[in-house]
């Protein structure tokens, strides 16, 4: 434990951000994985939901800076690709 009341309030406010950061994290994970589970069973309608779902959660977790900019970016990039491949099956 902190002796420094300074370091006590680090501790805190790590807490606060720790939780924040799962919560936004998990958001677009979930939103990822659902939009993968799309892209293997071939559904094309529910890829493109899931893709503006996890689209716009990368776009939040990046401008809260749980990840950085170049990830979100290259990760929607990624699963724009997926989704293109899919519709020209």
Same mark, same amino acid.
């Given at each position: 434990m902190p002796i420094i009341e300074a370091a006590k309030k680090a501790m805190r406010s790590d807490v606060? +951000? #720790?939780l924040r950061n799962r919560q936004v994290r998990g958001t677009y994970r979930s939103a990822m994985k659902a939009f993968q589970l799309a892209i293997q069973n071939d559904d094309t309608t529910a890829a493109e939901e899931s893709f503006k779902k996890a689209q716009k959660a990368l776009a939040k977790a990046a401008q +809260?800076?749980?990840? +950085? +900019?170049n990830t979100a970016a290259r990760r #929607?990039?990624?699963m724009n690709a997926a989704l293109k491949a899919l519709k020209q099956k």
């Open positions: 606060r +951000k #720790t +809260k800076n749980v990840i +950085k +900019k #929607t990039s990624r």
